[in-house]
Each structure stands twice: as structure tokens, then as C-alpha cells.
């Protein structure tokens, strides 16, 4: 199977504007993940979609949403851009049928704010 | 909130040597602990991972135990190669509703497998 797939892998935008970032998951899996990497506060939760329902969210501010369609794809955005939203944002999708709760990540998306 | 600790945060080997990553958790309510290993520029690649039922799972080099009463968990690899250098985070979650989407992680450790 193909793997956890992100578009674009690398974005350059300036304060004040917004992002869309695009993940596929591995065909067959239902949930979707996304997380804030940076050197400083590592790997961050945002939040789980699982069948188009956000099911659980991390601690972050509004200006940070997502969705999922109905075939599993899922896209994030970001409005309001500031410095500190640049990061590496990484996808992972899961199975979630039962007992399988691996999640596997993409290769993220390199967002720099400036 | 569930919060993680992993120590340490850097770790240099020689190759052959055994290394080991310990991690503490919060919530008695986590039930789900994977290992991810990173290697520079590249996704985080899940490499072993445990549930709360069992106490010790191995895979080959890489094995992992786990200490509910403690809180705690650790990362055993044996016998460490130059190619097992990377950033390896460990990870947390309690699921509901079958959901283990909110993985919550360690800072992580820098492993440097020295030939």
C-alpha cells in the first residue's frame, strides 16, 4: 500500500495570512492525525478525525482547524499566521479497526512564517 | 492533561553496546505506549509499541517493557548499530470510543551509535 502521503512539503507564507496543508492516508484507514513539530516543543497534538468527526483536540488556539471529506483525506488550516506557527506539520492515519491503533506519519509539511 | 518525560534526552553508545530510553507518564488511564524513531529529515517511523495488558514485547533487537504500578516504560536495544542513530520519541495515549489519535510525546533522545 501506499503510504501517509502530504501536500505541500514545503510552504513559505508571511504573518497574517492562512494555510491549507493536505493529507492522504493509507487507503483502508479511517483516522487522521495531525501534529506541530518544532525543535523547541517537539511533537504536539492538534487533532484526530475520524469518519469527517474531529474527535479529540489538542491545546492549541482557534486559529488552528481542520476537517476530513469522506474519503478519509484531510486538510488543516491555519488563518491568521504568526511567527511561531512555523513548524513541521506532520499527518498520521490509523486503522482503528480492532486492535490495530498504529498510526503511521507522512513526511509533513515544512511551514515557514515570515 | 497527560504528560510525558523521557530521559535521557542524549545517549552515545559504542557500537555493540546495549542502550536504553526510559519514559514516565501521568495518567493512569493510558493504555496504549508506542516508540517512534526519527532520523534526520525524515517522518517518524513507529518501530515497536506495547498496550497496557502486556508487560514486555520484544522484535528482534528492540524490545520494550512496561511498569504500570510505576508509570513508567522503556526502550531496550540491544547489540546497537551506526544505522540506530536518530532522534526516538516515545508516545502515550488513553483511547475512547476506540479512538488513539491523541498520542502525547516524550521530548525525545538523541542516540549515537559511535563505530
Known amino acids: 500500500k501506499a503510504g501517509v502521503t502530504q501536500t505541500p512539503r514545503y510552504l513559505i507564507k508571511t504573518r497574517g495570512q492562512q494555510v491549507t496543508l493536505s493529507c492522504s492516508p493509507i487507503?483502508?484507514?479511517?483516522?487522521v492525525s495531525w501534529y506541530q513539530q518544532t525543535p523547541g516543543q517537539g511533537l504536539q497534538f492538534l487533532f484526530e478525525y475520524f469518519s469527517e468527526t474531529q474527535r479529540n483536540k489538542g491545546n492549541f488556539p482557534g486559529r488552528f482547524s481542520g476537517r476530513q471529506f469522506s474519503n478519509s483525506r484531510s486538510e488543516m488550516n491555519v488563518s491568521t499566521l504568526e511567527l511561531g506557527d512555523s513548524a513541521l506539520y506532520l499527518c498520521?492515519?490509523?486503522?482503528?479497526?480492532?486492535?490495530?491503533?498504529?498510526?503511521?506519519f507522512g513526511p509533513g509539511t515544512r511551514l515557514t512564517v515570515t | 492533561g497527560e504528560n510525558v518525560e523521557q530521559h535521557p534526552s542524549t545517549l552515545s553508545v559504542q557500537e555493540g553496546d546495549s542502550a536504553v530510553i526510559k519514559c514516565t507518564y501521568s495518567d493512569s488511564a493510558s493504555n496504549y505506549f508506542p516508540w517512534y524513531k526519527q532520523e534526520l529529515g525524515k517522518r517518524p517511523q513507529l518501530i515497536i509499541d506495547i498496550r497496557s495488558n502486556v508487560g514486555e514485547k520484544k522484535d528482534q533487537r528492540i524490545a520494550v517493557t512496561l511498569n504500570k504500578t510505576a508509570k513508567h516504560f522503556s526502550l531496550h536495544i540491544t547489540e546497537t548499530q551506526p544505522e540506530d542513530s536518530a532522534v526516538y520519541f516515545c508516545?502515550?495515549?488513553?483511547?475512547?470510543?476506540?479512538?488513539?489519535?491523541?498520542?502525547?510525546f516524550g521530548k525525545g533522545t538523541k542516540l549515537s551509535v559511535k563505530p
Open positions: 487507503s483502508g484507514h479511517r483516522s
Open positions: 508516545a502515550a495515549s488513553k483511547g475512547h470510543g476506540g479512538s488513539q489519535g491523541n498520542l502525547i
Open positions: 498520521a492515519s490509523s486503522p482503528l479497526t480492532s486492535g490495530a491503533y498504529e498510526q503511521y
